[in-house]
């Protein structure tokens, strides 16, 4: 949450005498808390000592969340880099309920100081009530939780989709779908036929199961007459509707048939009154063409104290934790409506009526849990009999998971004469089994995971995240493309869009964790590779649980002064996550020259869990990187113009970098950087040395890497198409460019407007330091600028650091790109750092502009010229 304190910026707890009485008062639970002091009653310490208004706002969220029924312990408060302002974090169980919470804890410090001067005490049971009933509404109910927990146990990841019970599990090829104890696999005819009470029947029968026989009833009158078809004692219940609802039994006049059917009438426009099996009520549940677990149920009912009415013992019983509305509870409320007072009445019972102590009052005969029945676990009786009957009747059905209800006289005999199957249900709950009244619970939800995922699967695919300031997306593109060659449904995800099996699927800046969920849930992906850029990870993670293998390839200066990060040790703390969350046993893959990253892999964060660390340089030998080879690790190292693998010291050429199209020749340095981070994923990930080699020696900039280093050959010079954006892309640039001996190279140059002062003067400057005339642009987009502003520091810092340099502004992209290229001469460079990447290629097609792959040298040394000319 963004807090802003407004009047209380600045403030203490210990400013407003009482203040600190009405807190603990109010929330009691307060006191107990340890905050930074390690100790009980820590936090109650620092509000005697006086302590800013967002930590307490952190502290009464987190107790609210004990108090909701959702509790939670951790939580921070951090300055929002303005006065007053505060980003507090805490955990959740139930999200959009903590939302509900955060905001209620602010609203009680502004009542508690009010309250002060004389205002009114909070009403926080009322307010806590309304959230906590928001909660049992809105969050997972407790067979969809099953399934979900015993999902987390395996390891195998979840999401919830929408608001309601459609949970995703696994990821992409693995993916499946669960909507309660509903699965992707469960046939939609079947579910249809279980719908269908006498169709169901019908097939039951046919196969050889004990079903009721039963008559189809559109009117009171056919109903009545049907009670004398069938003969007492029946059942009258809503032809098609599941829950209990509506549903008489044990009826045996024909006014009670009447009464019967005008309350099923209520929920259903057809009604069933069929024959009334004799016995106990049970609930058997079929998983995968087995029986996983039976309950018997047990009709609704209070037991007397002599003291109170029925009514009184039913609002007891109703206020019980384990009671809820429909199925978010363990229970259900006992509902008192038309079908519970026709059953009192038939017993001659009224809720005034006192029973005696210990006198067992039933409210109903329907035993269904969703009327407010309990359930006693009776797995361990099951006759093999009545098991092999439930199957059968699954089978036959067609589901995969299925509830079968039974009359049985004992569900640990054979069944009697006057027993057998009275209902099929699709998409069973599974709280009777999950926490049963009475007996031993039963993990269903893995028995259905276990069907869902066989032998142990984890429903994952592997995956690769890559990170960092400069070359992600081209790190990314060249994975993918790797592993795409190899036969593989490649899912990316980079700045530019996402690609499923290389078809571009959603277009635009698609680097944070709703496009990698977006990646993760295509069922056709058969591995994941993921531009993971710091906006969204600061805004809303990673988008996944865990990497399989993830790349940090530089922390650079940019993005300084947003979202509240101030230095590059922040920016590095942001990225560190993609490090963090590696998997056990997975590779974390560093650049060994960045001097932050060479030590992150020593961070306790990283470090636990255990991980293979994998560096790369271009500048070996590196003292890091002998000992992690001298240790039995890897590394990926540039050396005599070859990217090199070195395992325990052994080294083995991979492929010749001026082999690789994006290096323009060996040139492009930075291209040389990626590629080394790209070969170290593919053999981390599997890949032999002869198929990466294969896969970067095809990997073109106008095929596979557009807008990165693109090249292209126009008006008998060179243009050079970048996204660079900050001073490290700049300087990366210009020493490409310095290789290109005796060409003028012209930058078309630009900066975001939402980046610091420091990173635009620090651009300008790199610029002025490697272009021979520099033409200054602003991207359409000034996010948050005054119009020229950006240009006008660009400007200043290139004339401060090259007073004479050739320095004009256009700061429209499109006529800069224009007016840099009209002034072409032969042989000259123009370097263009776009900000969109579409409208400048249209403007490099209409001079003619033709892709190239590398810029012909014009200067050679005197070695290289006799190199030559004896060959």
Same mark, same amino acid.
């Given at each position: 949450m963004r807090l802003y304190l407004d009047d209380l910026a600045g403030k203490e707890s210990r400013e407003f005498p009482g203040f600190n009485e009405f807190l603990l008062e109010l929330l009691p639970g307060l006191a107990k808390h340890h905050c930074c002091m390690g100790r009980e009653g820590g936090f109650a310490e620092r509000l005697r000592e006086g302590t800013y208004f967002g930590h307490v706002v952190e502290h009464i969220a987190l107790e609210l969340t004990e108090l909701a029924g959702v509790p939670v312990y951790h939580g921070k408060t951090r300055s929002a880099g303005e006065p007053g302002a505060y980003n507090?974090? @805490?955990?959740?169980? =139930?999200?959009? *309920?903590?939302?509900?919470?955060?905001?209620?804890?602010?609203?009680?410090?502004? &009542?508690?100081?009010?309250?002060?001067? *004389?205002?009114?005490?909070?009403?926080?049971?009322k307010r806590v009530d309304e959230v906590r009933a928001f909660i049992a509404r809105s969050e997972l109910g407790p067979t969809t939780k099953a399934i979900t927990e015993a999902a987390t146990r395996r390891g195998i990841p979840w999401k919830?989709?929408? %608001?309601?019970?459609?949970?995703?599990?696994?990821?992409?090829?693995?993916?499946?779908?669960?909507?309660?104890?509903?699965?992707?696999?469960? &046939? =939609?005819v079947a579910v249809d036929i279980a719908s269908d009470k006498e169709l169901t029947k019908i097939l039951l029968r046919d196969a050889g199961i004990e079903v009721p026989c039963g008559i189809l009833a559109q009117s009171e009158a056919e109903a009545i007459e049907a009670l004398e078809i069938v003969g007492p004692p029946v059942v009258v219940k809503p032809y098609n509707l599941s829950q209990g609802k509506g549903v008489s039994l044990n009826l045996t006049t024909e006014a009670q048939v009447g009464q019967a059917y005008r309350i099923a009438k209520q929920y259903a426009t057809k009604v069933v009154v069929e024959r009334q099996f004799a016995g106990h009520d049970y609930r058997a549940l079929v998983i995968n063409g087995k029986v996983a677990a039976a309950s018997e149920r047990v009709p609704a009912h209070v037991v007397g104290d002599g003291e109170r009415t029925i009514a009184e013992l039913v609002e007891a019983e109703n206020r019980r934790p384990a009671r809820g509305e429909d199925h978010e509870r363990p229970l259900t409320r006992i509902a008192i409506d038309s079908a519970m007072m026709e059953f009192?009445?038939?017993?001659?019972?009224? +809720?005034?009526?006192?029973p005696r102590p210990g006198e067992v009052v039933y409210l109903r005969e329907c035993a269904n849990l969703s009327t407010g029945g309990t359930a006693r676990d009776v797995t361990d009786l099951i006759h093999p009999r009545v098991a092999a009957m439930c199957e059968r009747a699954a089978r036959v059905i067609g589901l995969d998971v299925c509830g079968i209800d039974l009359i049985l006289d004992d569900i640990a005999e054979p069944p009697g004469p006057d027993n057998g199957v009275i209902e099929i249900n699709a998409a069973p709950g599974l709280r009777m089994h999950v926490a049963?009244?009475?007996?031993?619970?039963?993990?269903v939800g893995a028995a259905i995971i276990d069907m869902l995922y066989p032998d142990g699967a984890t429903g994952r695919i592997p995956i690769i995240s890559v990170t960092g300031t400069n070359g992600k997306t081209t790190i990314t593109r060249m994975?993918?493309? /790797?592993? &795409?060659?190899?036969?593989?449904?490649?899912?990316m995800a980079t700045t530019d869009g996402i690609y499923i099996g290389g078809e571009l699927v959603v277009e635009g800046d698609t680097t944070g964790p709703i496009s990698a969920q977006t990646v993760l849930s295509d069922p056709s992906v058969e591995i994941a590779v993921l531009e993971t850029a710091r906006g969204g990870i600061v805004r809303g993670g990673l988008g996944y649980d865990w990497s399989d293998i993830s790349v940090i390839s530089n922390v650079k200066l940019d993005h300084v002064g947003q979202d509240g990060i101030e230095t590059l040790d922040d920016l590095l703390y942001v990225k560190a996550l993609v490090a963090e969350r590696v998997r056990k046993g997975g590779t974390l893959i560093l650049n060994a020259d960045d001097e932050r990253l060479a030590q992150l892999a020593d961070d306790e964060l990283v470090a636990r869990p255990r991980k293979n660390v994998v560096y790369f340089s271009m500048r070996p030998p590196h003292v890091?990187?002998?000992?992690? +080879?001298?240790?039995?690790? &890897?590394?990926?190292?540039?050396?005599?113009?070859?990217?090199?693998?070195?395992?325990?010291?052994? %080294?083995?050429?991979?492929?010749?970098?001026?082999?690789?199209?994006?290096? +323009?020749?060996? /040139?492009?340095?930075?291209?040389?950087?990626? /590629?080394l981070a790209a070969v170290a994923v593919c053999r981390a990930q599997g890949l032999s040395r002869e198929d990466v080699a294969a896969a970067l020696r095809g990997f073109r900039g106008d095929l596979h890497n557009a807008g990165r280093a693109g090249l292209f050959e126009i008006r008998g010079g060179y243009a050079l198409l970048d996204y660079g954006h900050n001073p490290d892309a700049f300087t990366a640039v210009c020493k490409m460019a310095a290789k290109w001996r005796g060409r003028r190279v012209?930058?078309?140059?630009?900066?975001?407007?939402?980046?610091?002062?420091?990173?635009?003067?620090?651009?300008?400057?790199?610029?002025?330091?490697?272009?021979?005339? @520099?033409? @200054?642009? %602003?991207?359409?987009?000034?996010?948050?600028?005054?119009?020229?502003?950006?240009?006008?520091? +660009?400007?200043? =810092?290139?004339?401060?650091?090259?007073?004479?340099?050739?320095?004009?502004v256009a700061l429209d992209e499109i006529a800069a790109i224009r007016m840099a290229i009209e002034e072409i001469e032969p042989g000259d460079v123009v370097v263009i750092f776009y900000e969109k990447l579409d409208p400048a290629l249209l403007v490099l097609e209409q001079f003619g502009a033709k892709p190239v792959q590398s810029v012909p040298r014009l200067f050679y040394s005197a070695e290289s010229f006799l190199q030559s000319a004896t060959g």
């Open positions: 507090i974090i @805490i955990e959740y169980e =139930a999200e959009e *309920g903590t939302k509900r919470l955060l905001r209620m804890a602010a609203e009680i410090i502004e &009542s508690l100081t009010l309250q002060t001067k *004389g205002g009114e005490a909070f009403p926080l049971e919830r989709v929408g %608001e309601n019970s459609l949970v995703q599990l696994g990821y992409g090829k693995y993916r499946r779908f669960i909507q309660a104890a509903m699965t992707e696999r469960t &046939s =939609a009192m009445k038939r017993r001659r019972l009224t +809720l005034g009526h006192t049963p009244s009475e007996g031993r619970s039963r993990d994975v993918a493309h /790797a592993l &795409s060659q190899i036969g593989m449904t490649v899912g890091l990187i002998r000992r992690r +080879l001298d240790a039995g690790g &890897s590394a990926y190292l540039y050396k005599d113009g070859w990217i090199v693998e070195s395992l325990g010291g052994d %080294e083995t050429r991979v492929v010749r970098a001026s082999d690789i199209p994006v290096t +323009l020749g060996g /040139a492009a340095s930075f291209n040389v950087a990626n /590629a012209t930058g078309v140059i630009g900066v975001p407007g939402d980046r610091d002062d420091m990173v635009v003067e620090q651009a300008g400057r790199a610029a002025a330091r490697g272009f021979e005339r @520099i033409i @200054i642009k %602003e991207d359409g987009d000034a996010r948050g600028r005054r119009r020229g502003e950006i240009a006008d520091l +660009l400007r200043r =810092a290139v004339m401060s650091e090259a007073p004479g340099r050739d320095c004009r």
